[in-house]
């Protein structure tokens, strides 16, 4: 995986290729080209949807709120254990 700044040279140096070459294309040509070679640059990078981060956004505010809680029973449990041990 390229790192976003060679990421973005490359990307500039095609788009620049693309318009600015020995035949410079037509704008629908260029911007069909340009857009596929979005796609490919952005399919190389570990990107996610705005859907599955808002899922994973959901189960991660479950995850820690279940966290709380059961943080919450052992200390309550600790306490208790605790407690029967000073009275023995």
């Known amino acids: 995986m390229l790192a976003p700044k060679a990421f973005l040279d490359a990307l500039s140096g095609h788009a620049s290729r693309l318009f600015n070459g020995e035949t410079p294309l037509p704008r629908n040509e260029f911007e069909t080209q340009f857009k596929a070679l979005l796609q490919s640059g952005f399919s190389k ?10 899922s994973q956004m ?31």
């Open 45 to 54: 990078l570990d990107l996610v949807s705005r859907e599955e981060f808002d």
């Open 58 to 88: 959901a189960v991660l505010a479950r995850t820690r709120a279940r966290l709380e809680a059961l943080e919450a029973k052992v200390a309550e449990m600790e306490e208790k254990i605790g407690a029967s041990g000073r009275d023995d």
